[in-house]
C-alpha cells in the first residue's frame, strides 16, 4: 500500500554499535519521496559505505530499511522475515 509520510532510507554495515559503516539518506538523494511511491514500484539506488577506521576484521551483515526522520520509528517488514531492517547480504572486511 502507498506509504503515508517520507521515510529516510538506512543501510548498515553490522548490527551492534558502533556500525561498521552506514549510509543514511532519503531515497535517490529527495528525488523520489516514499510517500510518491506505487505499490510494486522499484526504485534503484546505489549508496556508497565508508568504514569506520577502527573496523576489525571479520564478516558482517548488510541491513537496509525505513525509518521516519522526524521520530526514529522504523517501518516494519511485511515480507522477508519479522524485525525493522532486511538482511540483504554480508560483506568481509579485512581477510586474506
Known sequence: QPLPA???VFVHL???EPL??????????????TSG??????????????????TAPGVYPLRVGL??????ERLPLTAGGPGD???VGSVMVGGQ
Open 67 to 72: 525509518y521516519l526522520p522526524t521520530t526514529g
Open 85 to 87: 531492517a532486511a538482511t
Open 20 to 33: 561498521a559503516a552506514q549510509a543514511d539518506g532519503p531515497p535517490l538523494s529527495g528525488l523520489a519521496p
Open 37 to 54: 511511491w506505487q505499490p510494486g514500484q522499484l526504485i534503484r539506488e546505489t549508496r556508497t559505505l565508508t568504514l569506520r577506521p577502527d
Open 6 to 8: 517520507d521515510y529516510t
Open 14 to 16: 553490522g548490527d551492534g
